[in-house]
């Protein structure tokens, strides 16, 4: 089993309808990330979360949500899809930033796309 | 703010050459990590090869090493012995030690094809 989930795998959805993206982990990780990734600009930080209460906005926060339900599930909403919020996205989790190991390790992403 | 540049959008080799990807990237942080993801087209994000900048060192997995000159800012990836199934966006990226920025801050990618 991987040990970062995120489902859905794939979305279609229309605009302006609400959607939940979630991600789960069974590393034992505090810190938890979601990045959006569009062609020919890389990986960009919307959300992260260093532990169950504390959640931080990233590079490109507007538009969307998230809940940290759990140390092990982070979920990403987009309260009012657009269809410029149609990307690839990836959960990630890693460990406490000081490591001799650190490192992200990645869900296996969602592609959404919104019509 | 720290910002990762990869200046190759593209690029091609033939298999079982050795290719090198560029990477430049700034910051005023002492310490801090460099990695390489790979993704091929399974879009998974794999991690490749990662570098401790307080380590002179450079780091090696296989066929792959970095050339990490620390003062020149520069954290370039090398393939050796190319492989078909090295086809894919390659990602540099930098962290800051304690992760206070909270995150991997990512350039944009290259996108290598290797060819048989």
């Known amino acids: 089993d991987a040990d970062v989930t995120q489902t859905p795998r794939n979305r279609i959805t229309k605009t302006g309808k609400r959607i939940m993206l979630e991600c789960s982990q069974t590393?034992?990780?505090?810190?938890m990330y979601w990045y959006r990734q569009d062609p020919g600009l890389g990986l960009r930080l919307i959300y992260y979360?260093?532990?169950?209460?504390?959640?931080n906005k990233g590079e490109i926060s507007d538009g969307y949500s998230v809940s940290r339900q759990a140390q092990a599930k982070f979920s990403l909403s987009l309260e009012s899809a657009i269809p410029n919020q149609t990307a690839l996205y990836f959960c990630a989790t890693s460990l406490s930033g000081t490591g001799t190991d650190e490192k992200l390790f990645f869900g296996s992403g969602t592609q959404l796309s919104v019509l | 703010a720290q910002t990762v540049t990869q200046s190759q959008p593209e690029m091609s080799v033939q298999e079982a050459e050795t290719v090198t990807l560029s990477c430049t990237y700034d910051?005023?942080?002492?310490?801090?990590?460099l990695f390489w993801y790979k993704q091929p087209p399974s879009r998974q994000m794999i991690l490749v090869i990662r570098q401790e900048a307080y380590k002179q060192q450079n780091a090696t997995e296989n066929r792959f090493s970095v050339n990490f000159q620390k003062a020149a800012k520069s954290f370039s990836l090398k393939i050796s012995d190319s492989q078909l199934g090295d086809t894919a966006m390659y990602f540099c990226a930098f962290m800051n030690y304690g992760g206070s920025q909270g995150n991997l801050i990512f350039g944009k990618g290259t996108k290598l094809s290797v060819k048989p």
């Open positions: 979360s260093f532990d169950v209460k504390d959640i």
């Open positions: 590393k034992g990780h505090d810190r």
């Open positions: 910051t005023s942080e002492n310490n801090y990590y």
